[in-house]
């Protein structure tokens, strides 16, 4: 086969990677568990993803590609339509707007980034998810959800990190 063919083909896996391990966590913020409870404080592991990906690559995790995970996620958490998809756009449009300040720092920089944005996706969430039911959601559970997600953080963060300059540098 041309070589050419292979370089295009080569190019367009690695720009399509970041939304497809975007997606890999949305399915893993969904897989049920016996663990009593668990759908109430699973962390969205995708908002890692997103966080990860607006700073470092946006061209790569166009908002599309975040207005489709956040539909995907809404349909298999059964929120409502919208509710993540509006969160992650959010955090999404936060974090491009302000990439400028978060590259090049040092990873407590990025992680306390992090930490002030999901925290703000939380509250979002919250939010939304109490006024569309229309009635007061429990706070502990947004709480221990943001707790995880913060905890997660770093392991995720640093597999992004490794993959960006394993795979993607070259683009």
């Not at 041309?2 to 913020?29: E, I, M, Y």
């Not at 969205?44 to 956040?70: D, M, Q, T």
């Not at 929120?79 to 990873?107: D, E, H, N």
């Not at 919250?126 to 229309?134: D, E, K, Q, T």
Request: aromatic share 18%.
């Amino acid at each position: 086969m041309n070589t050419g063919l292979w370089q295009k083909f080569d190019h367009l896996v690695r720009s399509c990677a970041p939304f497809f391990l975007s997606l890999v966590l949305v399915v893993l913020s969904v897989i049920p568990t016996h663990i009593p409870v668990y759908m109430e404080v699973a962390p969205i592991l995708p908002l890692v993803s997103i966080y990860h990906w607006a700073i470092y690559r946006p061209n790569l995790l166009p908002v599309f590609a975040v207005f489709i995970l956040g539909l995907l996620q809404d349909i298999l958490v059964g929120t409502p339509i919208g509710l993540y998809t509006l969160v992650f756009l959010t955090v999404y449009g936060i974090v491009t707007s302000q990439r400028r300040f978060f590259t090049g720092k040092s990873f407590l920089l990025y992680w306390l980034g992090f930490a002030a944005i999901s925290m703000l996706a939380s509250f979002e969430s919250y939010f939304l998810g109490s006024v569309w039911n229309v009635i007061i959601l429990d706070f502990n559970a947004a709480i221990f959800q943001y707790l995880i997600l913060l905890g997660i953080f770093p392991t995720l963060a640093w597999i992004f990190l490794r993959w960006q300059q394993a795979f993607l540098q070259q683009d």
